[in-house]
């Protein structure tokens, strides 16, 4: 059903050919982990709440691939935290961007950023540079599902916080975020708001979970699970 609603939009101009490519080698580590949350994703997930409720701007980011995967729960996560929308693609036109914005609208964004680009992100030469100072290049904590590492590298060179969803645990975008989640988005996201919601307001427990969050151990951690799995099939 996934693979069909992506074909759609491709044919919508929503998704591009090449974003298929990336969403099959997505499924390829799904397939390594079973097809289920390991349990270092759910420390990344955790620890990806705790960032979104401690932060003084936080966005979600979103990209074609990510608004064909699960728009509704990108959406209830902005509504959850709350954090601001913003589109970003890397074959960027503005007919794309519109269809983008309006998808989203139509299901249930408001005030979704991106089309009218203000600031740039700098060391980025694609037009994925292109941000609102409102949005994307004020923020302090940016989720980035389906992302590409240039832009992520860029992003923690600003000195934000990157939350990171990426089945590939060996993409530079999860080398290189703040948070790497290697999962299924909308398992992720589903994970994330849960904690969103259990945490809230409870700062103590907020401050604990990012002090006490290692992203490297977390990655080689996921690793070994996906080694242990493969030898138990």
Do not use: W
């Not at 923690?156 to 916080?161: E, L």
């Not at 988005?185 to 002090?211: K, P």
């Not at 996921?222 to 099939?233: G, K, T, V, Y």
Request: hydrophobic share 40%; with cysteine.
């Amino acid at each position: 059903m996934v693979r069909e609603r992506l074909a759609e939009m491709v044919d919508q101009g929503l998704v591009t050919p090449t974003g298929l490519i990336s969403h099959g080698r997505g499924e390829a580590f799904d397939y390594l982990m079973g097809e289920r949350t390991l349990p270092p994703s759910l420390d990344a997930e955790r620890a990806a709440a705790a960032y979104l409720l401690r932060a003084r701007n936080p966005v979600v980011c979103v990209n074609g691939n990510a608004a064909g995967l699960d728009a509704e729960h990108l959406l209830a996560l902005a509504d959850a935290v709350p954090a601001k929308v913003e589109v970003n693609i890397f074959h960027r036109t503005e007919e794309r961007m519109r269809k983008l914005v309006a998808y989203l609208e139509s299901a249930g964004g408001r005030d979704v950023l991106g089309l009218e680009p203000d600031a740039r992100i700098p060391g980025l030469s694609s037009d994925r540079a292109l941000c609102t100072s409102e949005g994307i290049f004020d923020s302090d904590v940016i989720l980035v599902p389906i992302e590409d590492g240039d832009r992520a590298e860029a992003l923690v060179a600003m000195g934000k916080v990157v939350i990171s969803i990426d089945l590939n645990p060996l993409s530079r975008t999860s080398k290189k975020a703040t948070v790497s989640i290697s999962d299924e988005m909308t398992r992720a996201l589903e994970n994330i708001i849960r904690f969103v919601e259990e945490m809230r307001g409870d700062d103590a427990l907020i401050d604990s979970v990012i002090e006490g969050y290692d992203n490297g151990a977390m990655r080689r951690g996921l690793i070994d699970a996906i080694c242990e799995s493969l030898h138990r099939e």
